[in-house]
């Protein structure tokens, strides 16, 4: 069955410094890839997606993830976090001929001034 | 431009009550439709969608239900409240098939049930 980790349920970052969410997945065929974000109390928004293609992946607020598909991974970065990226952060991979996500638990962002 | 809406934002209701939640979509047409549950803590899990008017797939058993009666409008309803069914209620609609098209996410709905 499909699925996707987020091994990080929290993680603190300093103001300035770069970040990078970890995300595995289990999946059979090539995978749909997402990142999500959501500011607390909020929706999700979408921050970047990967189909096919370059396996560095540009996405909005300045992330960008890599698809490694040896490692079944696909982590998102950013070399240098702000405050108002505190929030959560989720992973999602989509399921082929399919009109769900599944969904990764989240990792909480923290920032520290 | 397409916006969603979702209301009420907060709800406090007693254990044994009814609920209804309300979603709708503006600015497309024959969107797919979803509600998805967040428990403090924890990762989404989906509920309900709707790839049409009348048409809805559950995906975990509950004393939830939900229904579409015209093509941008989702709601959820119960028809008596579980203590476990406190938390935060996201609907989101989207285009074809979710594996390659994004989710647009409303506010949401953050229920406590006491």
């Known amino acids: 069955a499909q699925s996707v980790t987020q091994p990080d349920i929290h993680i603190t970052v300093s103001e300035g410094a770069s970040l990078e969410l970890r995300c595995n997945y289990s999946y059979g065929a090539t995978p749909y890839l997402f990142w999500y974000v959501q500011s607390p109390g909020q929706g999700l928004q979408l921050l970047l997606k990967y189909f096919s293609g370059d396996t560095l992946v540009q996405g909005i607020k300045g992330f960008e993830a890599e698809f490694k598909r040896s490692q079944s991974s696909f982590n998102l970065r950013k070399p240098s976090v702000h405050w108002s990226d505190a929030a959560e952060y989720f992973c999602?991979?989509?399921?082929?001929?399919?009109?769900?996500?599944?969904w990764g638990a989240g990792t909480k962002l923290i920032i520290k001034p | 431009s397409q916006t969603i809406h979702q209301w009420p934002a907060t709800l406090v209701q007693p254990v044994g009550s009814p609920l209804s939640l309300e979603c709708t979509v503006e600015?497309?047409?024959?969107?797919?439709l979803y509600w998805y549950r967040q428990a403090a803590g924890r990762g989404l899990q989906l509920l309900f969608y709707s790839v049409g008017i009348g048409q809805i797939s559950s995906e975990v058993p509950q004393n939830l239900s939900a229904s579409r009666p015209q093509d941008r409008q989702f709601i959820l309803s119960s028809k008596k409240l579980l203590l476990s069914d406190s938390g935060f209620y996201l609907c989101?609609?989207?285009?074809?098939?979710?594996?390659?098209?994004?989710?647009?996410f409303g506010p949401g709905t953050r229920l406590t049930v006491l």
């Open positions: 600015g497309t047409s024959n969107p797919n």
């Open positions: 989101a609609w989207g285009k074809g098939l979710a594996a390659v098209n994004e989710q647009f």
């Open positions: 999602a991979v989509g399921r082929d001929s399919n009109y769900q996500l599944i």
